[in-house]
């Protein structure tokens, strides 16, 4: 089922299942819900000027609950939207972070219900393993700021 699933209790995949209907065939794609609802990014720009970048009313009831479960799932320090949500705060801020994170948890809602697949938990690692190039480069620049050298070796394996 979709609690416990996308990481959200019991109650809330209920009211998400009794706002949206349950059939996700009435959107055409996982960021048709994610405008329904109201946590997608907002885009007014004119002449290449950012202008706005408020998110529209959408259903206030699934927005309250999509909050409430990025909240829990960030104060775990294991998981992936943990980990997203801190990239992205350091970057942007702690309440456009949630949002983001409350517009990931439409996406997955809509892929467990739409595709009747379970969800998958990439990791607090994930985005390691998706370009260790980026993280070796991230470290050594952060040594250097400490004033510290550091030099990667593979890892022989036995």
């Not at 290449?48 to 408020?54: A, C, D, I």
């Amino acid at each position: 089922m979709l609690a416990l699933a996308v990481g959200i209790g019991r109650m809330a995949a209920e009211i998400v299942f009794a706002e949206s209907g349950g059939d996700m065939g009435q959107f055409a794609t996982a960021h048709h819900l994610a405008s329904w609802i109201g946590v997608c990014p907002g885009q007014n720009e004119s002449a290449g000027v950012n202008k706005s970048g408020r998110t529209r009313h959408g259903n206030t009831n699934l927005k309250r609950v999509l909050g409430v479960a990025a909240l829990a799932a960030i104060r775990s320090r294991d998981t992936y939207l943990a980990v997203f949500f801190r990239r992205i705060s350091a970057r942007r801020g702690g309440k456009r972070a949630l949002v983001a994170g409350m517009h990931k948890i439409a996406i997955a809602v809509w892929h467990v219900l739409h595709d009747h697949v379970p969800y998958l938990e990439l990791g607090a690692d994930y985005f390691t393993r998706r370009d260790p190039a980026r993280a070796m480069r991230r470290m050594l620049k952060e040594s250097n700021t400490l004033g510290l050298t550091i030099r990667f070796e593979p890892v022989a394996t036995a």
